[in-house]
C-alpha cells in the first residue's frame, strides 16, 4: 500500500463572464482576497454559450480567464465555489446599479485550478463526469494535459477548446511548472 502524501499545490483560476467591462474589472478585483494577486489574464473574448446564459446574462457576454498567485492546496476548490457564488450575489444586490446592469446574474465567477496534468472546473451540477467533493460542490477535469498537448472531452465546453483558452491553460501550466521547481529546489 502507497503512503498518503499531501497534494501538489494548483494554480487556482476563474474565468469571469459579464457584458459590463466594469462588473469583469470588480470580480478580478475582489477575487484576489480571496486567491491572491493576479498572475495573468487574457484579453476579453465574446462569450455565447449556446445562449444558455442569455436570458439571465444578457447578450454581447465577454469573458476572460485569470490565474492567480501563489499556487494554493486543490482541497480549498470548495470554499472557492462558495465564495465566487456568493461574490456574485454580493456584486447583483449591492453594485450592479451602481455599473449599470440590469440582469439578474450580471457576473458569473467560474472558479477551478490548473495541475501539471488537467484544468479543473468547480459546479453545483451533478453529472456522470463529476466527482462530488463537499458542501454541494462538484468538480470535473475539463481539459487534461497528455501527449505534450491539451486535450478536451466530450464534456469539455466549447469555450474551453478555443485557443485562447488552450494557451491560458498552458500559461497556467508552465508557471505552475516554475513555482514546484522553485519548491523542489528549495527543499534539497
Same mark, same amino acid.
Given at each position: /500500500? ?16 459579464? $457584458? ?20 495573468? /489574464? ?14 439571465? /446574462? ?36 449591492? /453594485? ?22 488537467? !484544468?479543473?472546473?468547480?459546479? #453545483?451540477?451533478? $453529472?456522470?463526469?463529476? !466527482? ?48 514546484? #521547481? ?7
Amino acid at each position: /500500500m502507497a503512503p498518503c502524501r499531501p497534494p501538489i499545490p494548483v494554480l487556482p483560476i476563474v474565468a469571469v463572464i459579464s $457584458r459590463h467591462a466594469a462588473a469583469r474589472d470588480w470580480g478580478a478585483t475582489a477575487l484576489e482576497s480571496l486567491l491572491g494577486s493576479i498572475a495573468f /489574464m487574457t484579453p476579453p473574448q465574446p462569450f455565447t454559450a449556446g445562449g444558455y446564459y442569455q436570458k439571465s /446574462m444578457g447578450e454581447d457576454l465577454l469573458k476572460q480567464f485569470v490565474a492567480f498567485s501563489p499556487c494554493d492546496d486543490p482541497s480549498a476548490l470548495p470554499a472557492w465555489k462558495i465564495a465566487t457564488n456568493e461574490m456574485e450575489s454580493q456584486f447583483a444586490k449591492e /453594485m450592479a446599479s451602481e455599473f449599470g446592469a440590469t440582469e439578474a446574474r450580471p457576473l458569473n465567477l467560474d472558479c477551478g485550478y490548473v495541475t501539471e496534468a488537467k !484544468l479543473v472546473l468547480a459546479t #453545483t451540477k451533478d $453529472r456522470d463526469h463529476r !466527482l462530488y467533493l463537499q458542501q454541494g460542490i462538484y468538480a470535473e477535469v475539463t481539459l487534461s494535459y497528455a501527449g505534450r498537448r491539451w486535450q478536451d472531452h466530450r464534456w469539455t465546453y466549447p469555450d474551453y477548446k478555443t485557443d485562447l483558452a488552450l494557451q491560458f491553460a498552458e500559461t497556467c501550466r508552465l508557471e505552475l511548472r516554475r513555482h514546484l #521547481t522553485a519548491i523542489r529546489s528549495a527543499v534539497t
